[in-house]
């Protein structure tokens, strides 16, 4: 097994490898200096890693602020009790706050620390596939509201990121698929080998007890480097960005309609395949990629199918609520090819008629 690799983004140090989450505690201080510390987790992941982190910065009775586990607790509400919980402790400028989780803990553990006294460090220590390759990445924090998901926010680049694969072991085989989504997706914006490789990893990586070790290790150090490419090339490359978004226009209105029951990764599954199909239809990507896509999610056992109890006014509805849309029109991230997406020249928002994407669920269901 190849060992630790590191990446810089925007200042942020990210470390991805076996055992860093026990090493971690140097580059913690070098990356936060001397600060008071305070891990802020969920009931879930602190009985399991909050021990370690603590002890590997030095201090056992490092204070650890919990939250229910779970998309529910990303709120406002939990937002005002950390910070007042962190006041009536003490903590002062002279701290930082170590998140340990998933993405809800990321984000809102981020968007605490963003606003806590205007701004203290934030540590970040992904514990979901998804966060290590992608929420814990991008210094985009906040909480949900009402009116929509993460619609209340601030940009707060972390200090530092530890991505430890270990941690995958206790994951749940559904959220380990879900977080495999997302790789998918970042697959396809790379290039045909990085697809291929991740097409041959599948049944290694979604796993009952948790990924082959060596695959963890490839899977997490490869999805880093894509989603910083992203990331930093964006500044240069306006709205670069937005290839992200492929499979969650129409994976984000599959989530609303289904009131969150499915995961975020099994939606965007959904999502990449339509958006694949409405693509090749509008003659602009390539005929084979929709049935590419659905196989590797299908080997990893993500749905690939539309559900029946959405219909297609339903779906499209819900994607003009979706802050994708502008004006009106819906716009999409689709690929060309694996490699390529389209819309370079637009910031890769591609506007598609209803009437194909009417087409792709049909042929989708
Ligand atoms: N900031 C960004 O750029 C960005 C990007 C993508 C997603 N997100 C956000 O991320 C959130 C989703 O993150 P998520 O999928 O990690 O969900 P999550 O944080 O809810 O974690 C999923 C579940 O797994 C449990 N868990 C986490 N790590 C575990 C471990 N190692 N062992 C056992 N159980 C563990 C958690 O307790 C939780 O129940 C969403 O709120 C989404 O908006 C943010
Ligand atoms: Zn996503």
């Given at each position: 097994m190849s060992g630790t690799a590191t990446f810089d983004l925007h200042g942020a140090h990210i470390v991805a490898g076996f055992g860093e989450l026990d090493r971690c505690g140097d580059g913690v201080r070098r990356a936060v200096g001397a600060r008071r510390l305070c891990i802020i987790s969920d009931d879930t992941v602190a009985p399991l890693w909050a021990p370690r982190l603590a002890a590997a910065i030095g201090d056992a009775a490092t204070p650890v602020l919990t939250i229910p586990a779970g998309e529910a607790s990303k709120t406002r509400k939990q937002w005002s009790r950390l910070t007042d919980e962190l006041l009536e402790a003490g903590f002062g400028r002279d701290s930082a706050l170590l998140a340990l989780g998933g993405g809800v803990v990321g984000d809102l553990a981020g968007f605490v620390a963003a606003t806590y006294l205007r701004g203290i460090p934030v540590v970040q220590v992904p514990t979901t596939l998804l966060a290590m390759i992608d929420?814990?990445?991008?210094g985009k924090t906040g909480v949900d509201t009402r009116a929509g998901k993460n619609l209340v926010g601030a940009f707060h680049h972390p200090a530092l990121v530890v991505a430890d694969p270990?941690?995958?072991?206790?994951?749940?085989l559904d959220q380990l698929r879900s977080g495999f989504a997302e790789a998918v997706k970042h697959a396809v914006i790379t290039d045909a080998g990085a697809f291929a490789w991740l097409a041959a990893s599948a049944a290694d990586i979604v796993r009952a007890n948790g990924p082959v070790p060596e695959r963890a290790l490839e899977l997490v150090q490869r999805n880093i480097a894509i989603k910083c490419d992203v990331v930093a090339r964006d500044e240069r490359e306006g709205g670069l960005r937005k290839v992200l978004n492929f499979g969650h226009t129409i994976g984000h209105a599959i989530e609303t309609l289904s009131d969150y029951a499915l995961l975020h990764g099994e939606c965007i599954a959904i999502g990449m395949v339509v958006e694949a199909r409405a693509a090749a239809l509008a003659g602009i990507g390539a005929s084979s990629l929709a049935g590419d896509i659905a196989d590797v999610l299908a080997t990893a056992g993500l749905p690939v199918r539309v559900p029946a109890a959405f219909d297609d006014a339903a779906i499209l509805a819900a994607t003009r609520t979706d802050k994708k849309a502008r004006a009106g029109q819906v716009e999409y991230a689709v690929p060309m090819r694996l490699g390529a997406m389209a819309g370079a020249d637009r910031g890769y928002a591609v506007p598609i008629a209803d009437a194909i994407i009417r087409d792709a669920l049909a042929r989708s269901r």
């Open positions: 929420a814990s990445i991008g270990a941690t995958l072991a206790t994951l749940p």
